[in-house]
């Protein structure tokens, strides 16, 4: 069953799978337009368990929906908001320092 989140939920969702490259890529190899799994694996140079296991969890999160073509699997983003975000996200140009590392694992949780 679809069900509508609020909008903290949906974003804490969106924020989960942008945090995975992998998972980035496909969003972006999406963006395209829709694609098969063996398709989208051979364009990343993965493997098609790899994409399959995150094709999977994107659409748990909501963010990609699956068609059936008889025995094929067709995937394509949720949303056309969503694909908006996504263009308009791989657009923006962040400041930051070059000594200063947010994803520094080390230092996520500390008052550092």
Do not use: K
Not at 12 to 30: E, F, N, S
């Amino acid at each position: 069953m679809v069900t509508c989140e609020t909008r903290e939920a949906a974003l804490t969702r969106v924020g989960r799978a942008l945090a995975d490259p992998t998972r980035c890529r496909i969003l972006t190899a999406l963006l395209d337009g829709p694609r098969y799994p063996g398709r989208l694996a051979a364009e990343l140079e993965l493997s098609r368990s790899n994409v399959s296991n995150h094709l999977s969890c994107l659409r748990g999160c909501g963010l990609v929906v699956a068609s059936y073509e008889g025995r094929s699997v067709r995937y394509e983003l949720a949303d056309a908001h969503l694909a908006r975000a996504l263009r308009e996200l791989v657009q923006v140009v962040l400041a930051v320092e070059p000594a200063d590392d947010c994803a520094d694992e080390d230092r996520v949780g500390s008052d550092a």
